[in-house]
């Protein structure tokens, strides 16, 4: 059974930090290119950041470089973001995706809520 399972989100003030963590099962993690998106309130999903299957390549979005890092442990079918520096305008439903590198699977997380907010 395939299985995405973000973790890590929460409440935190603007200027703080935090770290989601998504557990990947059920799949060759390697194998997968592996994405963060978010999706806030009456807004589309966007992805945020991307990274390849072995790490070693890493994209992010505009909004979100220089203060987020996507990092990911194949050993442990983990892949992180920590986000630093964050903003009110962070605020929104988390994603975890992971997509093969050679076809059309295509898995999601549930989601795991950030709120930036003093």
């Known amino acids: 059974q395939v299985q995405l399972v973000e973790s890590g989100g929460g409440s935190v003030q603007p200027g703080g930090s935090l770290r989601l963590s998504c557990a990947a099962s059920?799949?060759?993690?390697?194998?997968?290119?592996m994405s963060w998106y978010r999706q806030a309130p009456g807004a589309e999903r966007e992805r945020i950041a991307r990274i390849s299957s072995a790490g070693g390549i890493t994209t992010y979005a505009d909004s979100v470089k220089g203060r987020f890092t996507i990092s990911r442990d194949n050993a442990k079918n983990t892949v992180y973001l920590q986000m630093n520096s964050l903003k009110p305008e962070d605020t929104a439903v988390y994603y975890c995706?992971?997509?093969?590198?050679?076809?059309?699977?295509?898995?999601w997380g549930q989601g795991t809520q950030v709120t930036v907010s003093s």
């Open positions: 995706n992971g997509r093969y590198r050679w076809g059309d699977n295509d898995y």
């Open positions: 059920g799949f060759t993690f390697s194998n997968y290119v």
